[in-house]
């Protein structure tokens, strides 16, 4: 095989409880789901070990080559694996500095494409790549439900087959994420406890309480560092759907809705400035 292909879905914290620090790193309680939002990854081999890699849409073309996480992850698989290089282009859909793991999902489907172009077979190997790379990259290499604890590293799926009809907000940019973890410390507004609701509402697939049971511990803080997060969660309660929320540090904000019909509707009359995104939440098919 000489090119391979991947699609690598967004993601979206449905809860996101903060439970502690350690070592230096904030630990985390998180109920997360993939979306229909994806990077398109393709892959070509070469015949020597260099890697290269091309940027394409939502500005990502402006991603210095030595800070791109889908370069980080393509030369740490030729390493791990001793594989030839390959060059890689990834079409990006998933916007950026949103909350929704663009930049993971790249890292999870560049491993994926090449351990398909090379015919890699090693989950573990892959998994302890993308962990070494971004808190949540191991997760977005199988995605759907799940809990993610720790860091985000540890991944318990979760068994549901819900298509969640979801409306999105994205503002105009993006949150640091070092700086809104670093404000909630100063804020002490508290970690939350919503997790644990959350997971037996999806397990029950009781849709109502999952809106109810919607939680973001960095939501205050996102919001002092980007204001349009506030009045966009306003935005979307003035719809009265079954639940809102932000995902990630920010800065996407999100609204659950009942069906599609009412998520269309808050669509067409939606008249804020940001951009209005339907999506549903999925579960990735196996490559292979």
């Not at 939502?58 to 594989?83: L, M, R, T």
């Not at 077979?121 to 993610?148: E, H, V």
């Not at 409306?167 to 997790?195: E, W």
């Amino acid at each position: 095989m000489s090119y391979a292909r991947v699609k690598s879905y967004a993601k979206i914290n449905l809860t996101l409880d903060i439970t502690g620090v350690s070592g230096g790193y904030h630990s985390i309680d998180s109920v997360v789901a993939s979306i229909d939002i994806s990077d398109l990854i393709t892959v070509k081999s070469r015949r020597d070990r260099l890697v290269s890699v091309t940027m394409h849409g939502e500005g990502s073309e402006s991603i210095p080559f030595e800070s791109n996480n889908a370069v980080k992850a393509a030369q740490a698989f030729v390493d791990e694996f001793g594989s030839d290089g390959a060059d890689i282009t990834v079409w990006k859909n998933i916007p950026m500095g949103a909350g929704l793991g663009g930049s993971s999902a790249d890292v999870a489907g560049v491993l994926k494409a090449m351990a398909k172009l090379y015919g890699v077979n090693d989950f573990n190997a892959l998994k302890r790549i993308a962990d070494g790379i971004g808190s949540d990259c191991g997760y977005m290499l199988t995605g759907g439900y799940a809990r993610l604890s720790g860091r985000g590293d540890t991944v318990e799926p979760i068994d549901c087959d819900l298509k969640l009809c979801l409306g999105l907000i994205i503002p105009s940019g993006g949150v640091s994420t070092p700086q809104c973890y670093a404000l909630y410390d100063r804020m002490q507004t508290g970690g939350g406890n919503s997790s644990q609701t959350a997971e037996t509402a999806l397990k029950n697939g009781d849709v109502a309480a999952l809106g109810k049971s919607l939680s973001n511990a960095l939501t205050l803080s996102a919001t002092a560092l980007h204001g349009e997060i506030g009045e966009n969660l306003a935005a979307l309660r003035a719809f009265d759907p079954l639940g809102v929320s932000m995902t990630g540090s920010g800065s996407a904000t999100f609204a659950v809705f009942e069906n599609d019909a009412f998520l269309r509707y808050a669509q067409s009359r939606y008249r804020g400035k940001n951009k209005f995104i339907i999506t549903r939440t999925v579960v990735p098919k196996k490559e292979g």
